[in-house]
């Protein structure tokens, strides 16, 4: 089951969000709300509540949400967590949920979440940015599922996962920093870096580091 690493992966993102941000990635007291607690936002939410954060949670499964709530979590409904006043949001169910007026209503500081194409379309993550939301890209802060079930095709530990896993929070640090240099969206420098490490891989063959 990937999921834990997938759950690894974006609290490290969240995590290298808040450095960037604020200075400091302590949880301690860190407001995140969280939609969607099915494998990934569970692990997700657990992580969250043992480092000292504040955990908000949408679902419209009644069994998650109790697993949810039995690890500490407030429930809300699920067509208020969108807006509700948060430090992270945190996608983690349906696709294209980030629209022009579901952003023009968030209340959240940073988006980071599991979820596959956030983004209605590429415009939202410029839409994002005007609006001062630290959006991190989901295809890079998503990858810990993918990376280990790598890993667990080569036979390899899972504390070798881990450790690759760990390395999304380095990787999002330099997305932040050239976004902010470029002042372009995270999620245009995100594609560009990856189109750029395809073309590479395309000349030396595709591999994955250790």
């Known amino acids: 089951d990937p999921s834990p690493y997938t759950a690894y992966g974006v609290y490290c993102g969240m995590r290298a969000a808040l450095r960037f941000q604020r200075g400091s990635d302590s949880l301690q ?6 939609q969607g607690v099915g494998s990934v936002g569970c692990h ?9 954060a504040d955990v908000i949670v949408a679902d419209v ?18 067509e208020e967590l969108l807006a509700v ?7 983690c169910a349906m696709g294209a949920v980030l629209t022009d007026e ?4 968030l209340r959240a500081d940073i988006v980071a979440g599991a979820a596959n194409n956030q983004l209605q379309t590429a415009g939202q993550a410029e839409h ?9 890209p989901d295809f890079v802060i998503n990858a810990g599922g993918i990376i280990d079930v790598y890993y667990q095709q080569q036979g390899a530990s899972a504390e070798k996962s881990e ?9 999002l640090a330099q997305i932040f920093q050239r976004a902010e240099r470029e002042q372009r969206s995270t999620h245009s ?17 595709l591999r994955v580091p250790a």
């Open 61 to 78: 499964n009644a069994a998650n949400l109790a697993r949810a709530e039995r690890l500490g979590a407030r429930v809300i409904a699920p």
């Open 44 to 52: 997700l939410t657990d992580r969250l509540l043992r480092e000292g």
């Open 189 to 205: 420098v995100a594609e560009r870096m990856a189109e750029s490490i395809f073309k590479q891989s395309g000349k030396t063959g």
């Open 29 to 34: 007291g860190i407001r995140v709300a969280i």
């Open 163 to 171: 450790r690759h896993v760990k390395q999304i929070g380095e990787v």
């Open 102 to 105: 579901v952003i023009d209503k």
């Open 85 to 91: 006043r948060c430090d992270i949001l945190a996608p």
């Open 128 to 136: 994002l940015r005007q609006r001062g939301v630290l959006y991190v």
